[in-house]
């Protein structure tokens, strides 16, 4: 077994969410820092100390798009960030109450179906593509990919 490339234990935490409605999933277009204006992403962010997973996430949709959600299992890989700062993980969430709102750090929210052209159409942050390919594997006939 090889070692990571990367040591965990300095890595800042950030968790995303795959939410998902009637076959759909949500993406979020950022708005800072300036570097990743533009860019495409499942919501979510930085763990605050202390807090789990599952707490972070339900917290970052809360404050980012006004909506409760239900945490599911982790979908598609855990990824460092191209910047080597971030170790991001993402889960699978229900939408429990609220329609999503681009309220902080995002100025656009839409909903996308997984294994179509308009997902790939618009710019993705880099490590969200591997999710996005978990995705439309998933959306093929006869598949689903842990």
């Given amino acids: 077994m090889t070692e990571p490339q990367y040591a965990p234990e300095r890595l800042i935490p950030v968790v995303a969410a795959v939410i998902e409605r009637e076959g759909r999933f949500l993406g979020a277009r950022r708005t800072e820092p300036e570097a990743l204006r533009g860019l495409w992403e499942f919501p979510g962010g930085k763990t605050e100390p202390g807090e789990d997973d599952v707490a972070a996430l339900i917290r970052e949709c809360r404050e980012e798009l006004g909506v409760e959600i239900a945490v599911g299992d982790p979908v598609g890989p855990e990824y460092v960030s191209p910047n080597g700062r971030f170790l991001v993980r993402t889960y699978r969430a229900e939408l429990l109450d609220g329609e999503p709102a681009a309220i902080e750090n995002h100025d656009e929210v839409r909903w996308f179906a997984p294994g179509t052209p308009e997902v790939r159409d618009v710019p993705w942050l880099e490590g969200d593509l591997a999710i996005l390919d978990v995705l439309?594997?998933?959306?093929?006939?006869?598949?689903r990919v842990a």
């Fill in 136 to 143: 439309d594997a998933e959306a093929a006939p006869g598949t």
